[in-house]
């Protein structure tokens, strides 16, 4: 009877340390992260009640992801078990001019290999008044777009608040593919939230003009985005976020919510970036915190984009930061002043 | 135009640290492992030239795998790059009463893919003078079993010597289909390398009365296991280890050679284990350095126990041991006085 | 309305790693521990719903430990927060004639400075089957003392089973008044847990001529202190656990139970020890969990002692030892031999 | 009979590695730290003869601090041994946005529990030339207030310069009892040392407009601020540290010194943070260093924002700073190329 | 037969981790590097057939040594094995304004004291291309500036094309000794590569107006010291690196490359430094790269500098980069947006 | 005027983690040690005021050296700096049958080439009441053979005690040379120390009949062999320390003490090790630790014995044992019960 569900896949990350590469040392930093999984720690981070549905295998890895989630008191009581294995990803920190890199191995996984009965989604959904999921779920197996599409239905059906972060990945499907699919799921869905290049990868939609890597952001361009996706899926809401990629160590950080036809920009970040994988989640999280506590647009797109932006100074995919933290960045401005 | 080849599997073996149990800390130690590329590595070390066969991805894990080889000395201009994943095993290690504990995760795994056409055995056995594989290769799937008939029928041909370990893995495949795909291997097979329950578990054929547990030795159980293997598949020879396991921090170890009717003994050594995986492959290391060099069954007996009775106080699967280490153990009895 | 409830202090641990001694590098390996969440903890892990109850305080500290403890799926929620700190102990891990040494940090512990009305014990002991309590906890304060009075009192009213451990510690106490305020708990206790020597200690119940030193066992002498305990108090079950100290790092392990005028002795292990901190809380645990799902002593003393045998492989407090490995251990006899 | 000491607490510093937080890993790194012992060893760096006072507990981890300290040639022979347990003090390094944060440990502690008689001030500060402090020494306790007038009111007899950071900490206590307490102190002291708010927290002497968040420094406040406080106290110098924080990873940082009726202001650096804990700590400790050795007020104002300045690129409280590279600093203007 | 040959020390380098100070923790990070031999691992990486030249002592360091290089794939049948030890350096990693210190342990030096008879030119360069020297091999010993002449004139005799990177070291010796032996090297150099000071190091051509600590860099006057060099020494073409330094934390970086009297510059990268040694190496393996496969000045100065861009953000000597991120640099323009 | 100075080599340490071998990870433990060192810290932590003297560069890692000398309270005030280089030592540990390794890189160190000049015996000697140095000091070169004579000279002629463990190291010097050189320092020695071989390797006295390798000991034969080197050079004491080498995992360590005609034996214990360089060190710190305060000799053999016996289970060439310690073993006789 969580209040709050994501449904998706968790895999296990294994990293080298610090900006070594892969195998350079013997040793791999091995923690848990997917985007849904995220989504679901950082709202129990915030005092939430989120529960976190996904197929994992039986075993000693799968079980580790499991305490690692119930470590943070995420609900792990709706999580299926079984299949042969569990995806993987290799992660490694970029800097400078030398790029993260995301290497997967996702094949076989439990999840993609989920069957339609495995899940129960009106014993799943019972009392849920928020569900999301993200464009990776449905990517992962012609099986997950059927599965994330009754996910949605059913939740849509007990009237919870549906919310779909875009999320395109080029290695999982072609845009024509997803478009199909992901138009399936937009028909569920309230709050739509993409980055500066879903819409075009996915819809077809583009913000004209926009020089995603020149770091400058052009407002006009953006709420246009929105208001083309509003206009075809009859979104509540459409949030963007605008990542200026100055470096794999520098970027600037902000976002726009749009709705009711009306577009709200957040303050912009200057981040110095610890780990940015799980930015995007971290800002889903603090958006639905916002939202479903009853803020307004203004409050909403500060709140998410203030958690996601001190996400970035968090190692690892989940976003570690309580409540007190953001509001403390709302206030201060991001001085970062030592707290004692 | 290496010397000897070894044809197998090679995995990422993902460790966690001393004692610990999978993801009790956020690290793991990751090396490399597999029976095949165990011996080619031992074989290195001691100064021979090897080269290993198997089939990798060809990206930044797969890279990893081929690095640690080369950084050997081992040839791995044969191996061929392509497949979508390789094979992860997660290993802890056991104390006292605790067993280590070996968790695969090889489904979907290059080699178990890897296609007949995908090894052209006239030029990679071209000047091999030994070729040696174990039962877990041709385990790997259907396609291996034939690949592995090939690269035997093959290498015979070449007139090289074909060593084999028999290596039963219940987790693989039954005793039943084992003792059909490996009965077609031994047709190739020169000289038979078996564990305790080896023989048993895949053609049916058992040392009466021996108590594995109880860390006893039957001599005569073991001579007699390896007549009949000798006269159903006509080897050469048959080398059997003999694993007195008083708990997973204390074995005691040894090994028989038989041929031509005759059987030896080697010394048992009481060995503190620092990690037991791999001991068996040291042990062929062992077996094909000495007879490869001309040695007797004695001298090669004693060398190939004494060269795995120090793998066991090496970390990781690959046989670190330089030929005056085995060489001084086999003078000095084992005392472990520091040399300075 | 945890079936199993534990209830005492929870401490940070902190060891340096290794056997290296404080200090001798600049890491510490922090985990937490404490007698009865090692209870709580080890019962989860075998599957059984257990709860623990302390008092920790309200700062990143105190979240580090309710976070452990969820991430094993041990209900935290009738932890009570609040207090200044929360006790730390050091602990350097012993070699061979070389002790482990305990160091504590206990002064002015949430948990030592807690109030009975810290404490609503209706609420916590609602549907509870089985309280366990330790020496430990009365020893922390006189408040404590109460306080653990109260509890004991309330789960025997609530028709739970209640366990005690006397665990004496001489640093917290003197003999007179642990005998003076464990009396009082004795009269609600139904299973008595002790080692070899804190009849004496406690009680001045002593085990005639066993020479604890020598690892030789007096099993005459340990069935007179469990009669003569009984007689006193009236237990149902008395349980000893016989611990043969070669040194620090060989012990002997074995344990006794008595019941209804009988005594049953489990088979002795010879632990290779890894850390022995917990050894004795495993034992509980398996006691508990073996009594609570119907065993008779038999396989209780043998199921407990299998399990707090395998505690002495893991490291830090907390008994990381699934149901399965028990009963492999106690099917195999603990050969120790690879599990692949 | 050392020329400078230093007089106050000496904690264990626990922090977990790099960027993350607290329990996100198993490993704390352990330190030591604490203003006025961090001045004491910033000295000894220097080469100069520095004796730090404060009282440890018999135990190892006081020990271990008096190790720590001993490396560095820090004359530890006036330190008193007793007390219960040692002050600790948990802390996370910040990033970006993300401040770092400082969590104490410090109830019963050893110092706060010193009583007047176990300080022999005749005999700690005989020979001494410079004795300095800091306003958390006289927070700890009542009882520590007063030795520290004692111990300033002595070194003053002795001949001694007197010199105190204000250092105010507002969780050791409240601006009105600092105000109070710090009064007294102030009648010793010959060099006053203060942050950008130190003197507006403690005496209500306050900077008119300065936007500490913003990174921009008001010339003229901070010379108002130095000048009343002058007036009111009849200090010899005072020293203002100016540090404009723009994010948790990166300062600008300078220092004014004002005395005669005159202020110097400091050359300022764009500090990028490794640790900017004990920043205030070596600017006090350049401080002494330059005025003992008779600098003029223009050089000991560069020379102590130097060497803070390169404090803020060290791991861990302690300056492991030398001359020379202080003097590099000076001579180069800080393009850190390689030294080689 | 190797395609390239570089020749010179490599040494075994010892860092403390992080931005710690030499002994402040107990590890050091153990690797191997040294200008000639980072060239061979560098073009490996690129996938080039590269050869590395030294002498080795045959003992476990020389042979570890030997097994990092073999790793990559670089040929190292042509080291000379012997002598008594292999140089070590200690290198601690700076940050903001404390500078990266490099502390040199050579004496006594297999390759400091190897003899012109270690090294059989016409065997070693039979089949190269291209031979690679730095001004380190020459200093190292008078024996070793014959011996760096022998190599020199040999290749130049086989038709190799024959780079030297000045790579002037003050430790090593004085810029008169420098100038005379380097003299007689330039006569068989095709190109040379130096730093912004080392023409006037090495040569006593100076760029007029330079401000190397400034960051400002001085197109006219790189271009007068290229002309110089070319018309002193008849070279094909002269690189000059032109690096900014900012801080040790932040650098500009960028290149001149001058050849048949015109010179072309390199695009200007703002570097956040994760490791800056062997940067110049790395540009002298991009520039090898480039021009050996047949690019023009154009694309081999912006190739090199691209390269040696992303070697900052390596840990280590060895520039672990591959073709493609150099091309994905180049064709981006480094924001560093994540790969996945 | 340290009452107790000890005079050698202290060199570098570095050893790979655990069980691994040299650069099987990239990390090295980085500690210092060498006998007379190793004696000095010992005392120290006993409790003594011990000097070390020896000869550092005054670089980094001398001056680590110094700081870990210091941090035990050795007096460091004697050791001279200069030189080029410190002494570094590989060292591999050992387990089963595999022994320990050590690899010396003692060319050019500081102390091998240092001058007679260098020490001023009058100064370093000043209130000595016992002098202690061992076989390797001499053996380090020609000129430190000389100084090693002059100094024990000088410690006589002040009255002295002197004390010299022979420790013959192959690597160092042939039997011939060190025979010569040893009966020279024989001529100002009190106590002898030596182990079961070296006074056959240095002076041709040999213990009929020992087993070394069996672990049987041959109490006549000792005798004999005291009484031998009592009779040739007139000492007061000989000890000499017993190993019997089961494995490079478990030894028996016990030792003998004989003077005025009488041999007394100490008890033997059975160790399981942690790391055994630096037991005989300790057991010549224990001797001089009870010789000093008026011991008998069999109080000193036990407790000469004990100290070393627990040295085994530390990490490191340094004995981290305090006196409490050592008297619990004493009288508990090693049971290595938890410390509680």
Redesign the interface.
Known sequence: MAKIVTFGELMLR?SPP??????????????FGGGEANVAVALANLGEDAAFVTKLPD???GQ?AV??L????VDVTKIVRGG??MG?Y?C?K????????????R??SAIAEAKKSDFDWDRILEGCKWFHITGITPALSEGMADISEDACKAAKAYGATVSCDLNF?K?LWSSQRAGQVMSRLMQYTDICVANEEDAEKVFGISAASTD??G?KLDHEGYIEVARQLTERFGFKKVAITLRG??????NNWAAMLYGGGKAVFSKQ??????D??GGGDSFCSGLIYSLINGDDDRKAIEFAT?LS??K?????DFC??GLQ?VE??LA?????????
Chains 1, 2, 3, 4, 5, 6 share one sequence.
């Open positions: 294994l610090g900006y070594t590469r892969l195998f350079q040392t013997n040793l791999l930093e091995a923690t075993n000693a890895v580790g305490s690692e119930r470590s943070f008191g042969s294995r993987v290799y490694e970029g800097a400078s001019q030398r790029s993260s890199t995301v290497l997967y191995d094949a076989a990945r290695k995603i890597e770091g990629s100055i470096s794999a160590s520098d970040y200057p981040v110095h970036i610890v940015r994988v203030a932006c001190l970035h100074s968090i190692e690892g570690r930061i933290e403390g960045l201060s401005g991001g001085s970062g002043r030592i707290q004692r």
